[in-house]
């Protein structure tokens, strides 16, 4: 018998096979290894210096917040004043010496939320990504 789960945006659940236990209904909040998850920085609308952080060519991030010494990033979903949605990701920024001498600013994704904490509160963008491209 195959198991169905619905997730509504109030988070509660509906299943439609009684025999399925806690373990199947739980979402992966993070991403097990953010190392894979493709991302980009993309100047979109209104957005000021390096623009939103795009995941998984399909979710939006803004910048919410920073540490002291500039290397670590916080972005919350760019849905979350519309959707409530509650995903987030965390950059490290190295600033590193080329070969030339030159500074290069390194970009690394520390945390990530996976596509079902989004699926819970909105659709994918990936229409809009694609235009934008």
Known sequence: MEKEISIHSDSSLDTTDSSIDEEDLKVPVTE???SIIDFEFKKIGKST???VLVTHKAFKFTKNNWSRDGTTYWYRCSAKKATGCTASATIKRV???DTEGNIVVKNYLLEVSTPEVHAIY???EQATMIVDD
């Open 49 to 51: 210096k390096e623009g």
């Open 95 to 97: 600033e590193e010496e």
């Open 32 to 34: 097990p290894d953010p």
């Open 122 to 124: 909105h659709a994918p």
